[in-house]
């Protein structure tokens, strides 16, 4: 039991690491949706962390998300971390909730409610945490005023006129449309490496690994 324990603690550190530095690079690849401002892009690192959250659960997840914005902070070093802090905080509201329910329902329904509920969470978390904290944060940091930000993205959508009609109008459409393109090619490849991981992961290491047998997509 020692063994197969110490065994699933290495392999879950390896898969966990290496999908943290494939995350890392998958930011390499964001890019701006018209008719949403530059400054939202539309990245999908956080599909890592649900293939890692879809196997050993919410933590692991979190794990990669926190591995990658790690290594992103000391790569590009602007804004004094508020892009990453803000990346980490949005992408940990899918993650966990995705994770939780997913745990426990694992058939395709299951992926559904537990997708849905990330992105709703994820969405409501992003709004929260930009209007009260990540915008004005990075604002003063940068030495802008907020308005900035609007006027840009007015040029896009006629119907944000002031920091508030950000929020609704581009910050919670932006990231709902990003939950359910990570959703779609989370499930995608969680259905795909299902089997791959099983064959991988210790047969007895843990209630977890039963029920992937038991109930898997």
Known sequence: MNKSKSTMAVVTLTVVSLLG??????????????????????EMSSIAAIVAS???GPVAGVAVELIKNTID???????????QLANFVVSAAYIIPFGLIF??????????????????CMTVVACLANYFVLVPLY?????VDIQAF???TQKGIE???????????????????????MSIVGFILVK??????KRMLPSNAGSNKIERKENSL
Do not use: E
């Not at 890392?24 to 701006?32: A, N, R, S, V």
């Not at 604002?139 to 030495?143: F, L, S, T």
């Not at 119907?159 to 393109?181: E, M, R």
């Open 139 to 143: 604002a003063k940091i940068m030495g």
């Open 54 to 56: 879809a196997v050993f």
């Open 73 to 83: 902070f000391f790569a590009k070093p602007v804004g004094a971390g508020v892009g």
């Open 192 to 197: 795909a490496l299902d089997k791959p991981m």
């Open 150 to 152: 609007v006027d840009m």
């Open 159 to 181: 119907s944000v006129k002031d920091f508030k009609t950000l929020i609704v109008f581009a910050f919670a459409p932006f990231n709902i449309i990003k939950a359910i393109l």
């Open 103 to 120: 745990r426990k329902y694992r058939k395709n329904a299951g992926f559904i409610c537990a997708a849905v509920t990330g992105a709703v």
């Open 21 to 42: 530095a494939v995350a890392f690079l998958l930011t390499f690849l964001g890019f701006p949706i018209p008719p949403f401002p530059g400054f939202l892009k539309l």
